[in-house]
């Protein structure tokens, strides 16, 4: 039988009702010097140098764009340790010494509405770049380059949809902080010239559209308006954002700006607030802890905390014998790791500790329920098959690099293949 699904379980409901608790006492707090999408980087402090919040401490370098790294708790560098990254790679990580004073580097200052008034885009843009900021969505992708774009923007998308089950992130900030958000998206509407802006949520949030409806009030000279979207999975995938919300239609694999369009996460509009009006990186981001296997927690914890100090502040794994299998990220996109010394990063919002044997895979009975279910309209099982004798050229005939590692095509397979994990090595063996 085929298995079609877009609806799947999302387990939020009492996540939600966590209290969040503000964690500020790591001890020692780590920045990773590269990442998955900066192959290189480097530091610009020394063992022994006192470090301010806001500092830049260094550069991490892609492959045409830099990123600023900042320091997010005042105290003194240490030296270097190697710990696990978003993407489940072990990098070098810078050390500070966290001396919980919280002293702000000079650099960090308010600027007055007046003064935003008169940045230009490129103001906007040299801002944001200086602040480090990614998409915090999971893309990580640099917000600057973004808003760099020469074509002309008619809309900005508040992306607030977060359909990945168990994450709520975005969640926890739309309730917290609806403001930021509003703010963020009329800057980037200034930055890019758009004169629209849409935010888009859930339909059933219907707390947070009341929130943000109540708070648009105050922003009444700007043309914004609250996009109520499907429920189903993955609503929250640009492409489908932008169709549901401003009914563009952009084909996979096209430059949002060329059908003039923005699309941002609402936490990475918060950041583009904390950077516009205060030259502030991001410094802090909700993380949950989700899963049988662990106490079921949300922190607020700053950039570079060890995961493992959260997990001692939560109590520890739970039946700490049992096989467990971890996951950062959310059970669809997530990645599996096998530490749990894991640097929260710009992108780090869930882990997931579920208490399983990892799986084992059957054969395929050719159901074709990966194929019914893939929302980019690609053929999972015979890019597996293709990637299985290193098939270039199928693999490109297939189209595998417009595939978006939502995670469907594993989660409907009856043989529990992983089939997101054929795609992501089809996508690195094509690039070889
Ligand atoms: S992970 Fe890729 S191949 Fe699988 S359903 Fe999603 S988009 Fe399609
Ligand atoms: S890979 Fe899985 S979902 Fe796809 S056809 Fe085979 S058994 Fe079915």
Same mark, same amino acid.
């Given at each position: 039988m085929i298995a079609k699904t877009r609806h799947i379980p999302d387990g939020k409901k009492e996540l939600?009702?966590?209290?969040?608790?503000?964690?500020?006492?790591?001890?020692?707090?780590?920045?990773p010097v590269t990442n998955a999408r900066c192959p290189e980087g480097e530091t610009c402090v020394v063992g022994g140098q006192f470090v301010k919040v806001g500092e830049v401490i260094g550069t991490r370098k892609g492959a045409f764009f830099e990123q600023q790294m900042h320091a997010t708790?005042?105290?003194?560098?240490?030296?270097?340790?190697?710990?696990?990254?978003?993407?489940?790679?072990?990098?070098?990580?810078?050390?500070?010494?966290?001396?919980?004073?919280?002293?702000?580097?000079? $650099?960090?200052? &308010?600027?007055?509405?007046?003064?935003i008034d008169t940045l230009t885009k490129q103001d906007f843009v040299n801002i944001i770049k200086d602040a480090g900021l990614v998409g915090l969505g999971g893309s990580a992708f640099p917000t600057y380059i973004k808003l760099a774009t020469k074509d002309p923007i008619d809309v900005v998308i508040a992306n607030g949809v977060e359909c990945e089950p168990l994450l709520i992130s975005d969640y926890g900030l739309m309730m917290t902080k609806p403001n930021e958000i509003i703010e963020g998206l009329i800057y980037?509407?200034?930055?890019? =010239?758009?004169?629209?802006?849409?935010?888009?949520?859930?339909?059933?949030?219907?707390?947070?559209?009341?929130?943000?409806?109540?708070?648009?009030?105050?922003?009444?000279?700007?043309?914004?308006?609250?996009?109520?979207? =499907?429920?189903?999975?993955?609503?929250?995938?640009?492409?489908?954002?932008?169709? $549901?919300?401003? =009914?563009?239609?952009?084909?996979?694999?096209?430059?949002?700006?060329?059908?003039?369009?923005l699309n941002f996460n609402v936490s990475t509009l $918060?950041?583009?607030?904390?950077?516009?009006?205060?030259?502030?990186p991001v410094l802090e981001r909700f993380?949950?802890?989700?899963?049988?296997?662990?106490?079921?927690?949300?922190?607020?914890?700053?950039?570079?905390?060890?995961?493992?100090?959260?997990?001692?502040l939560a109590g520890g794994y739970v039946d700490e014998d049992k096989p467990k299998v971890l996951i950062l990220g959310g059970p669809m996109m997530g990645t599996n790791v096998t530490r749990d010394d894991i640097v929260?990063?710009?992108?780090?919002?869930?882990?997931?500790?579920?208490?399983?044997?990892?799986?084992?895979? &059957?054969?395929?009975?050719r159901c074709a329920s990966c194929v019914y279910s893939c929302p980019v309209d690609i053929k999972p099982v015979q890019i597996m098959n293709a990637y299985k004798?290193?098939?270039?050229?199928?693999?490109?005939?297939?189209?595998?690099?417009?595939?978006?590692?939502?995670?469907?095509? $594993?989660?409907?397979?009856?043989?529990?293949?992983?089939?997101?994990?054929?795609?992501?090595?089809?996508?690195?063996?094509?690039?070889?």
């Open positions: 939600k009702k966590l209290p969040i608790i503000h964690y500020l006492d790591a001890e020692y707090v780590y920045y708790v005042s105290g003194e560098v240490m030296g270097y340790e190697k710990h696990v990254d978003q993407s489940g790679l072990v990098v070098d990580c810078l050390i500070v010494k966290n001396d919980k004073k919280y002293e702000v580097h000079e $650099s960090i200052r &308010e600027r007055s509405d007046a003064e980037a509407m200034k930055a890019s =010239g758009a004169k629209k802006g849409v935010i888009a949520i859930k339909k059933k949030y219907t707390e947070i559209a009341e929130r943000l409806e109540f708070m648009k009030n105050e922003y009444s000279d700007y043309d914004i308006r609250i996009a109520k979207i =499907g429920n189903h999975y993955p609503q929250g995938w640009e492409i489908e954002t932008i169709r $549901s919300a401003v =009914g563009i239609s952009i084909p996979p694999g096209k430059l949002l700006s060329k059908y003039g369009v $918060s950041s583009i607030y904390q950077a516009i009006k205060f030259d502030l993380i949950t802890f989700s899963g049988e296997g662990i106490p079921n927690r949300t922190f607020r914890a700053r950039i570079g905390t060890l995961l493992s100090s959260l997990i001692d929260m990063t710009h992108t780090t919002t869930s882990l997931i500790v579920k208490h399983e044997e990892p799986t084992v895979e &059957e054969p395929c009975v004798t290193r098939n270039k050229d199928a693999l490109k005939t297939l189209e595998v690099d417009t595939c978006i590692e939502c995670g469907l095509c $594993s989660y409907v397979c009856p043989s529990k293949i992983h089939l997101t994990e054929y795609m992501r090595l089809g996508k690195r063996l094509v690039k070889k």
